[in-house]
């Protein structure tokens, strides 16, 4: 009982250990106003993130994503500036157009046995590459609904703004939580992270369920697209560069093995949030480049692996 | 209703045929099972049982033949499409999912549910209350991984049992079980066939196919040979039908051979590990076959790994030759030339996707460091030989280990064991899985290593088995070395009856 969730009790020891040294530094850590940015900055992160987990807990990996997020920003700008679409319309459109583009290459993945790992790699230069064709620049979103979304948020006690875009992706969460642990799919989604061979003889539906977890993660993606837009007010094919392996930094981070079958959607949420929390403290260190960031989330991530390593080999051994 | 007097076909199969490359797995198979009974798939290593039963359950497409159950032409397309005109099927090879829960793996697919939402509760009621049918009576919520590989195979059968409201499969569902288990098992078999369901049974136990089938089918190089009931078919003639050849009578039996005698190769003193298994002295001469008995979960299995440096030991002192020595980790074990083949070996050994040679020389190269790599000739020659000897069907050497019947895997894992000719070898099961054939020429072959001065330790729960081929019998219980016997004395009565306890 204790083992399974070891790893997600790490991860939160560090969050918390994490946390406790940032507030002796800067008590103002405290502030209900530094934890609604750390949830508001980090929104579309961990919305991507609970796709991120579902494909790697069924044994996958996406790389599509970040382009994904990049292509939403930019034809959410197209067609709301250029062509004046309404931007609810524009919403559907996108989210509808990604869950399609994921459903292909969940096929693709199924149907042709091709590496997951090539088919969203080819995603992911196929998305980017449509952000160009549908333009160069960086066009800025002046749509009055992004004003108001981001005015919309609820007063926290101390001044901190719990945002729009933050209560949507605790949302998403609570949605991802109730989807992984208490829905067959969610089920079927660990059966063919545990044993792919194993699930099909046990009839697991497993083309159906590869499908659904692209799908998932593309319209995540496309959803994380929107909040970032919001976030930035512009569409630019440049964007999000990268924000894959931020995500899948995020989801191993948070306790999910790389090898699929293992892991938690709450796990993401502290790994999200302990990234969030180094790019914090460094903005108000000051001093330190942004690239700490980078440095900090690679150390962690290779402690990480090799504590689940060491785990997955003490739970066979005591067998 | 239908009467179970008359005894309708449930199950026509006729003209089956599958091949594959370089193998013709099938061919023109007829197989008939009524409702009701129980029905034996026999036949040796290779023979085509298991692409029979994964054609039938839509794991693979069928060349040509016919398929009907209860006279309708079927043709399932999966195993979850099978499973839905009720035919339920454990796989030799499954191993459910070891990192879903015991309930999990009871229930996928049709968990209950309401409003889109699982029952947990109501899963986990359920699955303890079908479990302790089977007499089985642990947490559900755990990860079947954490359980023994007998408690992972009665969850396959549970879960099979409960899912088939026609026809039941099941490929070898005993290998892993204990008597008490297996008893419980055709207990629950016979309450099914009074219920009228059709059931297949593929082991190679014959004791356990005289004990439950009603009527045997025999199969041979991917043939029928033929299909007869069990009160009418007497073993040696069964025997003769799997092998297309008699198997001499002694073929099972060692001969009288005098005791060894001599210093002891390997020697452990007063050896053991908290919780594992309590301290204990034993020693093994070259030539010299010790035999292990004793239930799942005594011992046994836990003695070789403390051995094998696999788990180490917390009192006492091994010996090599006299001199002591340490043992700290499988590399130790495997520098001092012991070997060890594993019990589990279905998911400890095998490399699916590599060719039959080059696991069979996996651990002579990673003995020999992978600087000195073996050449390629050598690697042949090393390869045929094993084929030859423990006779492994395959088409030749290149082809994918995965890619055989369950029992050839086996053989050639053995065979890797072998290649790197150890000093002392410990073999878990070495039996188990393997036709009768095979297993009268792995037994020859233990023979066959003793006479060569090979120190054996053997772990098997057919008490035949290892009285005929054991100079000495090591009765566990209760993770106690309790007794050893030799002499006269090595006699699987006295085994059985030091095993349960009244002397
Ligand atoms: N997927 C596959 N590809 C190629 N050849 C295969 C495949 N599956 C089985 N074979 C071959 O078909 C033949 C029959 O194998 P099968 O697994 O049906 O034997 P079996 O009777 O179940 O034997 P065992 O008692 O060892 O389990 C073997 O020669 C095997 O090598
Ligand atoms: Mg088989």
Redesign the pocket.
């Known amino acids: 009982m204790m083992r399974r969730h070891l790893p997600v009790l790490i991860t939160l020891g560090v969050f918390i250990a994490g946390y406790l040294i940032c507030l002796a530094q800067f008590p103002s850590f405290a502030s209900t106003r530094v934890i609604g940015n750390l949830l508001t900055d980090n929104a579309f992160l961990g919305i991507v993130a609970v796709g991120m987990t579902f494909v790697i807990l069924s044994g996958g990996i996406d790389l599509s994503v970040g382009s994904v997020i990049a292509f939403t920003g930019v034809f959410l700008a197209v067609v709301i500036e250029r062509y004046n679409v309404n931007p609810y319309l524009a919403f559907l459109l996108i989210l509808g157009i990604a869950a399609l583009f994921g459903a292909g290459m969940g096929l693709l993945i199924h149907i042709f046995e091709i590496p997951a790992f090539i088919v969203t790699l080819a995603g992911m230069f196929l998305v980017r590459g449509m952000c160009f064709v549908l333009t160069t620049d960086s066009i800025p979103i002046n749509a009055p609904i992004y004003g108001q979304v981001t005015d919309i948020a609820f007063s926290l006690p101390g001044g901190g703004r719990l945002t729009f875009v933050a209560i949507v992706m605790l949302l998403v969460f609570a949605l991802g939580i109730v989807l992984a642990h208490f829905t067959r799919f969610g089920a079927n989604v660990y059966a063919l992270g545990g044993n792919r061979t194993s699930a099909q003889l046990m009839g697991v539906p497993v083309g159906k369920t590869t499908v659904k977890i692209y799908m998932l993660s593309s319209f995540l993606a496309a959803l994380a697209g929107i909040a970032f837009s919001f976030y930035t007010s512009a569409g630019y094919s440049l964007a999000a560069t990268g924000v894959e392996l931020d995500t899948i930094a995020a989801v191993v981070i948070g306790g999910t093995l790389l090898t699929g079958g293992s892991g938690t959607i709450i796990g993401t949420l502290v790994g999200v949030l302990i990234q969030g929390l180094i790019q914090t403290y460094i903005t108000f260190e000051g001093t330190l480049s942004s690239w700490w960031t980078k440095i900090a989330i690679g150390a962690l991530l290779f402690a990480f692996i090799v504590l689940q390593r060491g785990l997955s080999a003490a739970s066979i051994r005591t067998r | 209703m239908q009467s179970l007097n008359v005894q309708p076909d449930l199950l026509e199969i006729s003209s089956l045929t599958k091949g594959?490359?370089?193998?013709q797995?099938l061919d023109h198979v007829h197989f008939m099972l009524r409702a009701g009974e129980i029905h034996g798939l026999l036949?040796?290593?290779?023979?085509?049982?298991?692409?029979?039963i994964?054609v039938l359950t839509g794991v693979?497409r069928r060349d040509a033949g016919s398929i009907r159950l209860d006279g309708q032409e079927i043709e399932a397309r999966d195993t979850a499409h099978a499973l839905s005109l009720g035919i339920g099927t454990v796989y030799?090879e499954v191993n459910l999912l070891p990192n879903l829960s015991v309930a999990e793996n009871l229930f996928i697919g049709r968990q209950p549910h309401r409003f889109g939402l699982v029952r947990t509760g109501e899963m986990r009621r359920r699955s303890a209350e079908l479990l302790s049918t089977y007499g089985l009576d642990i947490n559900v919520t755990e990860p079947l991984g954490s359980f023994s590989v007998a408690v992972q195979q009665i969850v396959a059968i549970a879960r099979a049992v409960d899912l088939s409201a026609k026809v039941l499969i099941l490929?070898?569902p005993t290998a892993s079980l204990d008597a008490n288990e297996v008893e419980t098992l055709f207990r629950i078999l016979n309450d099914l066939k009074t219920r009228g369901i059709g059931i297949v049974f593929?082991t190679?136990f014959l004791d356990q196919v005289y004990a439950v089938c009603d009527r045997i089918t025999v199969?041979r190089n991917?043939r029928l040979v033929g299909s007869r009931p069990t009160a009418e078919l007497p073993r040696i003639e069964l025997v003769s039908m799997m092998l297309g050849r008699e198997l001499a009578a002694e073929a099972l039996h060692r001969n009288q051979r005098p005791a060894v005698t001599g210093d002891p190769l390997v020697a452990f003193k007063d050896y053991g590990k908290r919780r594992l298994v309590e301290p204990f002295d034993l020693a093994v001469r070259p030539g010299e076959v010790v035999g292990l008995a004793g239930l799942l979960g005594s011992g046994r299995t836990e003695t070789a790994k403390l051995i094998f440096g696999i788990e180490r030991a917390e009192t006492g002192q091994a010996y090599v030759d006299g001199k002591p020595v340490r043992i700290a980790s499988a590399r130790d074990a495997s520098r001092l030339r012991f070997g060890f083949t594993p019990e589990d070996r279905k998911t400890e050994g095998i490399v699916a996707e590599l060719s039959v040679r080059e696991n069979i020389i996996l651990a002579l190269q990673a003995q020999r460091g992978w600087l000195h790599q073996l050449t390629r000739r050598r690697q042949d020659e090393i390869a045929n030989r094993f084929i030859r000897l423990l006779d492994i069907?395959?088409p030749d050497a290149e082809?994918p280990i995965?890619?055989?019947?369950?029992?050839?895997?086996q053989k050639a894992l053995l065979a890797r064991w072998l290649a790197t000719e150890p000093r002392f070898l410990i073999l878990d099961e070495p039996t188990r899985?393997i036709?009768v054939g095979a297993h009268a020429e792995i037994i020859r072959l233990i023979e066959r290593l003793c006479e060569d001065g090979l120190a054996l330790l053997v772990i098997s729960s057919e008490l035949e088995e290892i009285a005929s081929y054991s100079d000495r019998v090591v009765v566990l219980r209760e993770r106690r070395h309790v007794r050893e016997l030799s002499g006269e004395d090595v006699n699987a009565d006295t085994i059985m009856t030091t095993i349960a306890g009244h002397q």
Do not use: C, I
């Open positions: 594959f490359p370089g193998v797995a036949g040796e290593n290779g023979a085509g049982k298991s692409t029979m994964k693979y030799q490929d070898e593929v190679h199969l991917g069907r395959t082809k995965g890619l055989l019947s369950g029992g050839n895997q899985g036709d």
